[in-house]
Nanobody, 126 residues
Framework: QVQLVESGGGLVQAGGSLRLSCAASGRTFSSYDMSWFRQAPGKEREFVAAINWSGASTYYADSVKGRFTISRDNAKNTVTLQMNSLNPEDTAVYYC???????????????????WGQGTQVTVSS
């Protein structure tokens, strides 16, 4: 089992940057593929970025490709999301999610994920 805690959200002006972190408990962090999702007000939760268990592979939603970077440090049990060139459409609650390593990757459907953090608010002002 793994517990996830996000941090790093906040208010930023359009064009600015934020770095989100997700700290995982447990000694088997490298057994999980990790992803970030987000949910804007009045919208469904959507996939943002994924990283495989080793960190060798990453995948991004088209809306954030080239602006966001996902990374992980298995020694520190952390996954980060570096967000650059933010715009108001990026305003949302951002969630860290974990899924046990499986046959397929990336997994873009939130229902496939076993564990979720509580979320961190990101607000981008125009």
């Amino acid at each position: 089992q793994v517990q996830l805690v996000e941090s790093g959200g906040g208010l930023v002006q359009a064009g600015g940057s934020l770095r989100l972190s997700c700290a995982a408990s447990g000694r088997t962090f490298s057994s999980y593929d990790m992803s970030w999702f987000r949910q804007a007000p009045g919208k469904e939760r959507e996939f943002v970025a994924a990283i495989n268990w080793s960190g060798a592979s990453t995948y991004y939603a088209d809306s954030v490709k080239g602006r966001f970077t996902i990374s992980r440090d298995n020694a520190k049990n952390t996954v980060t999301l570096q967000m650059n060139s933010l715009n108001p459409e990026d305003t949302a609650v951002y969630y860290c999610a974990a899924v046990s390593i499986g046959r397929s990757w990336p997994r873009l459907n939130e229902r496939e994920y076993n564990y979720w953090g509580q979320g961190t608010q990101v607000t981008v002002s125009s």
